[in-house]
């Protein structure tokens, strides 16, 4: 008795009818395009949220190197991919991190903006500005705070240090006359009050012709700046520019590791246990940035960070020894060797790298 063949509606291949699936693609047969149908599938093909998530899940944050040591032994689709565990929760993080940029960018803007001073400005009596002067001190104290309390609770991902913070953030002690650019600002506000070209003001700024592309760009940026006085535009634009710079750091960290275990495997192996090294990182990020959106936190708070840090080390420590197999001193060392490589000089110079980048493109 003959069978009814069917052509699969994905590759068009013929199978016999009765097959749930392709034989040919592995498509499920008879897939009603329905709404459940279709999250599921957005949701699965894009971020993978499925049972390996689930079952990734814990054993990254609590079994340090298990799935590291598990997806090079071959186990490959019982877990989440490395890659596709380190975007998903990179892009959550990422997200919840925008809301905390933007409130940093706006309070900064509008300390900024009190440094402007142009003579077209209008004088008011003495009285008057004393009384507005009061108000605007109570108003500038509360808005410091606000910066400080935004990038204190941030210092565990910038790496700022608290006598950092009090000097980005501590604008009420600076002149708001006499903030200086290092040329010549009398000249310079009154060519801008008199509509001068910016050619002419870049030369009263020090410009020269023999500058090249380099400076001219540098000029232009501290002119727009000078202007504006918009630097939370410019944290903006660095903050922005993390997620790309992280898909260079990453690579940067595999070979660090590389380095201190030469011998322990091909490059590839030290690269997926960056990845879910770093995306631990990043759900542990997450979870802070997650807390201090819903709660206020209060200052104690803060010395939590110190610990969350030294958790992160213990943590590091404990998944080399599991993946690579040496002894507990080796993988303290080399622990030790990698933090303060990646922290002390690899972060640094991608921070001064991206600031330039973020006020040179900004």
């Not at 905390?100 to 008011?124: F, G, P």
């Not at 606000?146 to 240090?161: S, V, Y």
């Not at 213990?314 to 922290?343: D, E, N, P």
Request: proline share 3%; charged share 20%.
């Amino acid at each position: 008795m003959s069978t009814n063949q069917v052509n699969c509606q994905n590759c068009e291949e013929p199978y016999e009818e009765g097959f749930r699936f392709c034989p040919n693609c592995g498509q499920k047969t008879n897939d009603e395009l329905t709404l459940g149908v279709l999250f599921y599938n957005t949701i699965s093909n894009y971020f993978s949220f499925d049972a390996r998530f689930l079952k990734s899940f814990f054993p990254l944050m609590f079994k340090p190197g298990y799935l590291a040591k598990e997806f090079i032994k071959g186990k490959r689709l019982l877990y989440l991919h490395p890659a596709q565990m380190y975007l998903f929760v990179s892009v959550i993080f990422f997200f919840l991190f925008s809301f905390s940029v933007r409130k940093q960018a706006d309070s900064l803007n509008r300390e900024l903006k009190k440094t402007l001073n142009r003579s077209e400005v209008a004088v008011l009596d003495s009285i008057e500005t004393k009384k507005k002067d009061s108000i605007k001190h109570v108003k500038d104290s509360i808005q410091l705070e606000e910066i400080k309390n935004a990038l204190k609770k941030n210092k565990f991902i910038t790496g700022m240090t608290d006598q950092q913070i009090d000097s980005v953030a501590n604008l009420e002690n600076i002149p708001k006359k006499n903030v200086s650019f290092g040329f010549n600002e009398a000249k310079v506000d009154s060519l801008l009050n008199a509509n001068a070209t910016d050619d002419e003001i870049y030369k009263a700024m020090g410009m020269t012709d023999d500058d090249g592309w380099f400076m001219r760009k540098i000029y232009t940026q501290i002119l727009k700046f000078y202007k504006a006085r918009d630097g939370g535009n410019i944290l903006k634009a660095f903050y922005d520019t993390m997620p790309i710079a992280l898909f260079f750091l990453l690579p940067i960290f595999a070979l660090l590791i590389k380095l201190l275990y030469f011998r322990k495997g091909r490059y590839s192996h030290h690269l997926v246990f960056s990845f879910y090294f770093f995306s631990y990182l990043f759900t542990v990020f997450s979870i802070i940035c997650g807390v201090n959106l819903l709660f206020e936190i209060p200052d104690w708070f803060y010395a939590v960070e110190w610990l969350i840090a030294l958790s992160t080390f213990i943590y590091l420590m404990i998944a080399l020894k599991r993946f690579y197999g040496q002894g507990w001193f080796l993988s303290w060392f080399k622990c030790s060797i990698a933090t303060f490589a990646f922290m002390a000089i690899i972060i640094p110079t991608a921070a001064v790298i991206i600031g330039l980048f973020a006020f040179m493109f900004y």
